[in-house]
């Protein structure tokens, strides 16, 4: 096989955030940016040689460019294998599926995430590990470090892979696969789920749904699932097609970026559930009839009636979910008697506790769900999930997360995001925010009084690393919560997350609007941070 050693020079700023390292297409395309990361990511790993590696994107503008490009150097370290996923695309829970199905010793995912694609969008290139997980901070620390230092990486000289076709074909002394991208995610689905009775649903008409792939990777998954082995009618799947701009949209479902389907959901009287996927199939939104369930809501569900669902039927190890994310699961943990972790935002903080099997399922406010299946957030696990739910319970969404509320109390929770603010007002209100930490117990706003506020740190409790600087929180006497942090997947500027919480046990008021009922500390939130006047905006960009 010819090798070339190429000689290069690094390049700044390339530092894996929350979800791995996400810029501009255009920085993506300059000759070795993306050769200097791929060398850094093998030189930050032992005892690859002769294994397996899985290889795919969500089909965004660049994936296919940048495929070869790590199918010609993966051959040049010295795997054994690649599996690639046809056309060079695997959902990101996929990736993870395979990964763990196949034993392989880690994978590569091209996406970036919910993030707009297209020759002018965002590009992105994640690392996970054996486990199927996204690399922990050591070896993302590593990765970067290795990315300042970078002097030459190793590309093998040999013709494109034909990615359309299946089958196995020769990459010098390097197999590559390419696989089907659904065929084991799907058996891993129906290995979880009742599938006989969420058919019976669909088919006695009891379920019509709608499920938005937003022109993103969740497409041929979701026909193949939904509307192949489970009957769901055609046409349930919308805008199925991935196309390499999303369709210019910006696949993120929530209720501001998929208006169509929420439309859809609150005006068709024939529809009863509503779901939504990511531009990499791990996030999800769940509808009822003219009903949201917000993502803490949807975890806490999701928990307390685990036991009505197979794979899920012995019981629950324990539960875990992100530090912003609503303490609602919380209270079904406590009932469930069963442990219930907090950590950092990202999925990488619940590797760990799962391979450790102290937790069951996770997830986190930015809707995000997961279990032990795989080690990522699984955007149509969850809508499986709630089928199965329904089929089981036989009640429209918005009874089930009413009687929730009813049972647990409801934890009434927003996100404001203020996209895209100037890097120095966003740093500044950090250090503002950080310089009161220590003044703030005590005081008084409105009927709130502050009884903590720290920069929320966390020890891993099975590898004992430690994350500092993860968020500030600002805790009420009577549970309230406010936490303020910057975003770590963005690529223009920055934006500046604000979560808002606060517990009701009161069934009377579980009709009010978040908003409605967060009234106050909305308001906290600016005065405590300074938001408007170190945004300059008078408006969260999105709420959710
Ligand atoms: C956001 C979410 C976080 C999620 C991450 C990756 O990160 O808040 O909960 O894990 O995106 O999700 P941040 O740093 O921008 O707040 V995905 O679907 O973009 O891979
Ligand atoms: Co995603």
């Not at 943990?333 to 506790?353: Q, R, V």
Request: charged share 20%; proline share 4%.
């Amino acid at each position: 096989m010819k090798i070339h050693v190429r000689s290069t020079t690094p390049f700044e700023g390339q530092k894996p955030g929350t979800s791995g390292l996400r810029k501009k297409v255009h920085s993506f395309q300059q000759p070795r940016y993306l050769e200097n990361f791929v060398q850094s990511i093998f030189d930050s790993l032992d005892n690859f040689q002769g294994k397996i590696l899985v290889v795919g994107g969500d089909g965004r503008y660049y994936n296919q460019q940048a495929i070869q490009i790590i199918l010609k150097m993966a051959a040049a370290n010295g795997f054994g294998k690649v599996l690639v996923g046809q056309n060079g695309i695997l959902s990101t829970p996929a990736v993870s599926a395979i990964i763990r199905k196949y034993q392989a010793f880690g994978g590569i995912i091209l996406s970036a995430s919910h993030n707009p694609g297209g020759k002018d969008g965002d590009f992105g290139i994640k690392y996970n590990i054996s486990n199927g997980g996204p690399a922990p901070e050591k070896l993302t620390d590593a990765i970067f470090a290795h990315t300042k230092t970078v002097k030459e990486y190793r590309i093998a000289d040999t013709t494109d892979v034909d990615l359309a076709h299946l089958g196995q074909t020769q990459l010098e002394d390097m197999q590559v696969e390419i696989i089907d991208s659904v065929k084991d995610y799907a058996e891993l689905m129906e290995s979880l789920f009742d599938f006989p009775l969420i058919r019976k649903m669909f088919e006695s008409g009891a379920c019509k749904m709608r499920f938005d792939a937003m022109h993103a990777v969740t497409g041929p998954y979701a026909k193949e699932i939904l509307e192949n082995r489970l009957n769901a009618g055609a046409g349930t799947v919308l805008n199925g097609t991935p196309l390499e701009d999303f369709g210019q949209g910006h696949p993120d479902p929530n209720l501001t970026y998929a208006p169509e389907l929420v439309n859809l959901l609150y005006h068709d009287p024939e529809l009863n559930f509503g779901a939504a996927s990511d531009g990499d199939g791990d996030r999800n939104m769940i509808l009822g009839q003219q009903f949201f369930v917000t993502p803490s809501d949807s975890l806490a569900v999701l928990a307390a009636n685990a036991h009505l669902v197979s794979g899920y039927s012995t019981g629950l190890k324990g539960v875990a979910r992100s530090m912003p994310t609503s303490m609602a699961v919380d209270k079904v943990a406590e009932k469930l008697n069963i442990s219930c972790y907090e950590t950092p935002t990202g999925w990488k903080f619940f590797g760990n506790l799962l391979d450790a099997e102290k937790i069951t399922l996770c997830g986190e406010e930015s809707f995000g769900t997961g279990s032990n299946h795989v080690r990522e957030k699984d955007g149509l696990w969850a809508v499986l999930f709630w089928l199965n739910i329904l089929a089981v319970r036989q009640l429209p969404v918005a009874e089930i997360v009413r009687e929730h509320w009813k049972t647990f109390g409801r934890n009434f929770y927003t996100r404001h995001d203020y996209e895209n603010i100037e890097l120095h007002g966003a740093n500044d209100l950090i250090h503002h925010l950080r310089d009161q930490i220590k003044s703030l117990p005590g005081k008084q706003f409105k009927h709130y009084q502050v009884v903590f506020s720290d920069d929320f740190e966390y020890t891993d409790s099975i590898d004992g690393s430690v994350s500092k600087a993860q968020g500030v929180r600002v805790g009420f006497s009577d549970s309230s919560r406010i936490v303020y942090r910057l975003s770590g997947t963005g690529t223009e500027g920055a934006t500046l997350r604000v979560y808002v919480e606060s517990f009701e046990p009161d069934p009377e008021k579980h009709h009010l609007d978040a908003q409605v009922a967060l009234h106050d500390l909305i308001e906290i939130a600016d005065q405590i941070a300074g938001i408007k006047r170190f945004t300059k905006r008078e408006q969260p960009s999105v709420i959710t």
